[in-house]
C-alpha cells in the first residue's frame, strides 16, 4: 500500500498526499500488464511478491507519487465466488494528481481494461 514513508522520507504527513484507486476488469494476465505497461511508458514499473497480494505491480511516476495494481484472484484470502479482476492504488502530491491519473487511464486503456470504476 501506498505510504507517506515509502514514498520520501521528508514527506511527514499522509495529509499532504491525495489517494484515489480504479476497480477494473481486463483480458491480461499481471504479467502481460507489466509488459505492456512497460512498452507503453513512460512509467518504469516493476512486479513484486507480497504474501498477501501475491504477485503486483508497482511503479513510482514521480517524485512524491506510487501507483500499485494488484489482481483479486492473487489476494490471500480470496475465495472461488469472490469477486474478480484487478484493482489500482494511487497517491501523489495534490499538483501531480491530474497528470498521473491521465496517463494511469491511458495504460488501462493499453491493456483493454473495461469497467472503471474510481474508488
Not at 501506498?2 to 495529509?15: G, H, Q, T
Request: charged residues 25%; glycine residues 4%.
Amino acid at each position: 500500500m501506498c505510504s507517506a514513508f515509502l514514498i520520501e522520507p521528508f514527506v511527514r504527513s499522509a495529509d499532504m498526499l491525495k489517494w484515489w484507486g480504479y476497480d477494473f476488469t481486463c483480458p491480461q494476465t499481471i504479467d502481460a500488464m507489466h509488459v505492456a505497461f512497460n512498452a507503453a511508458g513512460p512509467w518504469q514499473w516493476r512486479q513484486n511478491d507480497s504474501d498477501i497480494y501475491g504477485f503486483y505491480l508497482r511503479c513510482r511516476p514521480k517524485e512524491h507519487a506510487e501507483v500499485s495494481v494488484y489482481e483479486r484472484a492473487q489476494f490471500r484470502t480470496w475465495r472461488r465466488g469472490d469477486r474478480t479482476g484487478f484493482w489500482a492504488e494511487l497517491c501523489s502530491d495534490p499538483e501531480a494528481h491530474s497528470e498521473i491519473d491521465q496517463q494511469f487511464r491511458a495504460l488501462l486503456h493499453h491493456v483493454n481494461a473495461r469497467n472503471i470504476i474510481e474508488t
